[in-house]
């Protein structure tokens, strides 16, 4: 079982509706937890960094964590053709520094 | 304020060969790490310094590949000889001083073995 579980997609919505990209963890050690944008032939963007349950919005993304399930979650609100990407969740433990992905969900928003 | 900087952006090298990767971290970044996504598969880890320190290395797959900070600035990483297995994208990442930080990542150096 991996660390981290992403569903790879593709994830197509049309211009204007709202996505919901999803990860599940199996290390309940995990405290610290990401959402990264990835387009394609470039590095991992930085969205979003939190290391509490519950939610942290900025802008038109919010992100979600529940610690009890273990599940966490990226809204995008009003999404944009410009939002179609690979987004990767990332997750630290408590124990070290490193970053551990999901394999990543590919997002086409249509016009 | 300058990114994560990476070079080459690709690097196509034959198998036996050596190549050597450099990373620029993002100024004030002690922080620094080095990551893999193989095809198919999802990125990760290979190590992280502290500085010109190592602090963790337990992803690197096995001796042939050596990584270097000295002077807690850039780094590099050499992979000699290269095998077919490790054609991937080589990432970087730098984060600031202590903590689990956010880590902010370069755009990779793909490297392809034939």
């Known amino acids: 079982q991996k660390e981290v579980e992403q569903d790879p997609g593709p994830l197509s919505v049309p211009e204007g509706a709202i996505v919901s990209l999803n990860c599940t963890y199996s290390?309940?050690?995990?405290?610290?937890f990401m959402w990264y944008r990835q387009y394609s032939r470039k590095g991992p963007e930085l969205l979003m960094y939190?290391?509490?349950?519950g939610n942290k919005e900025d802008g038109r993304f919010t992100a979600q964590v529940d610690k009890s399930s273990k599940y966490i979650s990226l809204f995008i609100r009003d999404s944009q053709p410009s939002d179609s990407a690979t987004y990767l969740c990332a997750i630290v433990g408590n124990a070290g520094n490193m970053l551990t992905f999901g394999g990543g969900t590919r997002l086409m928003v249509k016009p | 304020e300058a990114g994560v900087t990476q070079f080459p952006s690709h690097s196509v090298i034959e198998k036996g060969q050596t190549v050597t990767l450099r990373c620029d971290p993002i100024s004030g970044h002690d922080n620094l790490y080095w990551y893999r996504r193989v095809m198919g598969k999802e990125i990760k880890f290979l190590l992280h310094f502290v500085k010109e320190s190592k602090q963790d290395e337990s992803g690197m797959p096995n001796n042939r590949f050596l990584a270097e900070r000295t002077g807690g600035t850039y780094s590099t990483l050499k992979v000699q000889p290269a095998e077919l297995e490790d054609s991937g994208v080589y990432f970087c990442?730098?984060?600031?001083?202590?903590?689990?930080?956010?880590?902010?990542f370069g755009d990779g150096t793909r490297l392809s073995i034939l």
């Open positions: 990442a730098s984060s600031q001083t202590g903590g689990a930080g956010p880590q902010h």
């Open positions: 939190t290391y509490s349950s």
């Open positions: 290390n309940s050690a995990f405290q610290y």
